[in-house]
């Protein structure tokens, strides 16, 4: 299992760093087609469980509408999609709060919840696209870089001095000590990237406002991706990336973190 991680790992980064660094415009919209097609696919078995065919029918037309999308939607509407995307985070940050496990939500429940998903997954890949094609991928490989940092610190100290359950009726192995180990490895990661870059531009205390956001946020992503799989009755989301499990379980932290990264950024006046 673990040298299964280690390889999936190796070539999601080779991949996904490669195409962001050195890939235009263009391919970087093919790649986010594919990951838009596998999370919404994931998304609706989860939420729906329906059938597989059902499931890949309806991401491929969702997919289409996306690749459509992309010769009508402009910069401004990605920016009030990404404010819309904090807003939409907010009420989940609420509902997490409310969130009693029941293993048999009604259908009307779930149709609720795969809207909302499929929501945040075009705020999302709108967003990363758009933040590729302004800033050539820098800007893009940084945000990354936010989430993965706050995985590993929280993944480290969690195990390291977890003893306070964060939210233990949705995910009962995150910590409060992982959450504040996340971020405080986050802090460093930033001022190290502030030294480096000076920012872009961005005076140091909104640039690490923005960053602080961004990783907190992706706690919120996390958690929404548990409450589905719990509901569901699964442990992954799907079994398409061999020993990390599903699309959706490699990219849920994104998907929350980057509405609230582009927001940041536009009061930040980078964007």
Request: charged share 10%.
């Amino acid at each position: 299992m673990l040298r299964q991680r280690i390889i999936t790992a190796i070539v999601l980064a080779i991949v996904v760093v490669g195409s962001i660094l050195q890939a235009d415009t263009l391919w970087t919209r093919v790649l986010l087609a594919f990951f838009l097609f596998a999370a919404s696919w994931e998304l609706i078995l989860l939420t729906l469980r329906t059938t597989t065919l059902a499931a890949v029918s309806v991401a491929t037309l969702y997919v289409a509408l996306y690749w459509w999308s992309g010769s009508v939607v402009s910069a401004g509407l990605v920016l009030w999609q990404s404010l819309a995307g904090v807003a939409l985070w907010a009420l989940v940050l609420v509902g997490l709060f409310f969130y009693r496990h029941s293993g048999s939500w009604p259908l009307m429940g779930r149709v609720v919840l795969l809207a909302v998903g499929l929501d945040l997954l075009w705020i999302c890949v709108h967003g990363l696209l758009y933040l590729h094609a302004t800033y050539g991928g820098v800007m893009l490989l940084y945000l990354l870089s936010l989430v993965w940092v706050a995985d590993i610190g929280a993944y480290f100290s969690g195990r390291r001095f977890g003893r306070n359950k964060l939210a233990p009726a949705i995910s009962p192995g995150k910590t409060r000590e992982g959450l504040i180990g996340g971020l405080l490895a986050n802090l460093l990661w930033m001022l190290v990237v502030y030294w480096i870059s000076q920012g872009w531009g961005i005076a140091l205390l909104p640039f690490l406002l923005v960053g602080v956001a961004t990783s907190l946020i992706s706690v919120v992503g996390d958690l929404f991706e548990s409450v589905l799989k719990r509901e569901a009755g699964v442990k992954d989301s799907g079994s398409l990336l061999p020993g990390h499990g599903g699309v959706l379980d490699r990219v849920d932290s994104l998907i929350a973190a980057t509405p609230v990264y582009v927001s940041g950024l536009i009061f930040a006046g980078q964007l």
